[in-house]
């Protein structure tokens, strides 16, 4: 396995080395898309952690055979637990940094926090993606949307899976609304903060980190991806898409 907790896999040269595009477009998730941000936020007062883990919509093995019971477990208890922890560790130490007025190694922190708080929120989202019911086709105006940007559904699909089957090293396929130009676009994310688009707000996202996939499928993503059509819940898809078609982020007249 190449991922463990909540630490980057890359060395800090190879971080440097890359261009990388970090942005809103993760964290729009949260605030737009009906992620259920009282259980992934800290509460109301201002006391206890800044964030949470949400509880799954559903039991650890409604996906099965599709996703399995140990590997959903292991990846909500432990995995996402993991990236929650490691983004109130990251805000607590600003926190120290900010009463200490003293900010050596505040470039690391940021990085933590970027890479842990995208990791929770990304989470949040592809559990709510996902369904016992899930699969078929969408409807409505995200059908429409998918025809008009990708000709048909099965290309966007086919588009979809391989953009998340070929991620270099760790990472998610994702579909994103791009306000910019009011279309939709498949693209990845290396890790969980990196090729990002900005100004894009993600509405379908499938996780291929190896703990995502590897204790059922091993080293077969593919295989994974293919599965993962199986538990899709449109009906979740298309409400992120309608709350982020109605969202003026960019404040254009």
């Known amino acids: 396995m190449t991922d463990g907790s909540h630490l980057r896999s890359e060395s800090l040269p190879e971080l440097e080395r890359r261009t990388v595009l970090r942005g809103v477009g993760v964290a729009a998730g949260a605030t737009l898309l009906g992620t259920d941000v009282a259980a992934a936020t800290g509460d109301d007062d201002g ?16 996906l099965e055979p599709h996703i399995d019971e140990r590997t959903m477990t292991l990846h909500h208890d432990t995995h996402h637990q993991g990236y929650v922890d490691g983004a109130n560790e990251a805000l ?10 003293e900010f050596d190694g505040v470039r690391h922190v940021k990085r933590d926090l970027s890479f842990n708080l995208s990791g929770h929120i990304l989470h949040t989202i592809f559990w709510e993606n996902m369904s016992p019911d899930g ?15 990708f000709g048909s559904f099965a290309a966007m699909c086919k588009e979809f899976s391989a953009s998340a089957s070929n991620v270099e090293g760790s990472g998610w396929g994702t579909l994103l609304y791009d306000h910019r130009s009011d279309s939709l676009l498949v693209t990845q994310v290396e ?7 900005q100004g ?4 379908l996202v499938l996780d291929v980190w190896e ?11 593919s295989e994974y991806v293919d599965a993962f059509w199986n538990v899709v819940d449109w009906a ?4 992120r898409y309608e709350s982020a078609r109605d969202a003026n982020l960019l404040d254009d007249d």
């Not at 600003?94 to 009463?99: D, P």
């Not at 699969?135 to 008009?148: F, K, N, Q």
């Not at 890790?191 to 688009?197: A, F, M, R, S």
């Not at 703990?211 to 993503?221: D, G, K, S």
């Open 47 to 62: 006391d206890g952690p800044a964030y949470r883990l949400p509880p799954l919509p559903y039991d650890y093995d409604a």
């Open 92 to 101: 607590q130490t600003l926190a120290e940094m900010r009463e200490a007025d």
């Open 135 to 149: 699969g078929g086709t969408p409807s409505g105006a995200l059908a429409d949307r998918i025809e008009t940007d």
């Open 191 to 197: 890790n969980h903060d990196e090729l990002v688009v």
């Open 200 to 203: 894009g707000t993600p509405l």
């Open 211 to 221: 703990h995502a996939y590897y204790l059922q499928y091993e080293n077969n993503r």
């Open 236 to 239: 979740n898809v298309e409400k």
